[in-house]
């Protein structure tokens, strides 16, 4: 009578088959538990979202352990492929992190339209970010408004077809996959090189105005660029 789990494998021919949907329901408990604690989720997910990934992770773990303590009875089903699949995968997000170009992401999404924010008339123009502006420049377009302010924002380098580029960032709802764009335009410093797509600049100048296509905008008037890191949170709620 088998008495371990080698004698019951031994004595049962499909007993590695049964087992092999909770293996890989474990890799994936594995694979969403490393990516919550790399920090690779603030990549691809609001923040209000990383519980659920850490508890979805545990519950998958629990599940495969109880799965491989008490396998079922019954016929096994040779379907290797879809087990496959998601083994994969799951092997290659975690050996090759995914690294989204958000300037590319941007350039091929329509623009966010903010709400107005009363914190963003109220607080400094210096401490205002980058989406803070936006939201003034939604909801009061008169750029006189503004002329002269000081200006001290962040963020990643999005290419504009034809134009010069602007500064900008991504606001997410839920995912990566809602992302929408904000981004301000910017006068460079005249003889210097643009900067390239996706580099992580903090930018300090002052709002200016100027003509384009046939009507008036404000403009970030960049007086001194300096490259930083990405953030690691780069996604604004």
């Known amino acids: 009578m088998p008495n371990s789990v080698g004698d019951r494998a031994s004595a049962q021919p499909g007993f590695v088959v049964k087992q092999l949907p909770y293996l890989v329901l474990g890799l994936w408990g594995v694979v969403l538990l490393n990516c919550w604690a790399d920090g690779r989720l603030n ?4 923040s209000n979202f990383h519980s659920l990934v850490l ?9 495969a352990s109880a799965g491989l303590r008490w396998p079922p009875s019954g016929p096994s089903r040779r379907n290797y492929l879809p087990m496959a699949v998601l083994s994969l995968s799951g092997i290659a997000l975690t ?8 300037s590319t992401l941007a350039a091929n999404r329509s623009s966010a339209q903010l709400g107005d924010s009363e ?31 000081p200006v001290q924002v962040s963020g ?23 992302a929408t764009p904000v981004g301000l335009a910017v006068r460079w410093p005249p003889k210097q090189q643009w900067p390239k797509p996706d580099q992580w600049l903090q930018i300090n100048g002052v709002m200016a105005v100027e003509s384009h296509q046939g009507a008036l905008r404000a403009v970030l008037v960049a007086r001194k660029i300096r490259l930083i890191k990405a953030p690691a949170r780069p996604l604004e709620p």
């Open 43 to 46: 990549l691809l997910l609001h």
């Open 55 to 63: 508890a979805t992770g545990v519950i998958f773990l629990l599940l």
């Open 95 to 102: 050996l090759w992190p995914p690294k989204p170009s958000l």
């Open 119 to 149: 914190i963003s008339f109220l607080s400094p123009p210096e401490q205002r970010s980058l989406s803070d502006w936006v939201r003034l420049l939604n909801s009061q377009p008169d750029p006189e408004l503004y002329a002269g302010n």
């Open 156 to 178: 990643f380098v999005l290419a504009v077809p034809g134009a010069a580029p602007e500064i900008a960032r991504l606001l997410v709802r839920c995912c990566l996959a809602d």
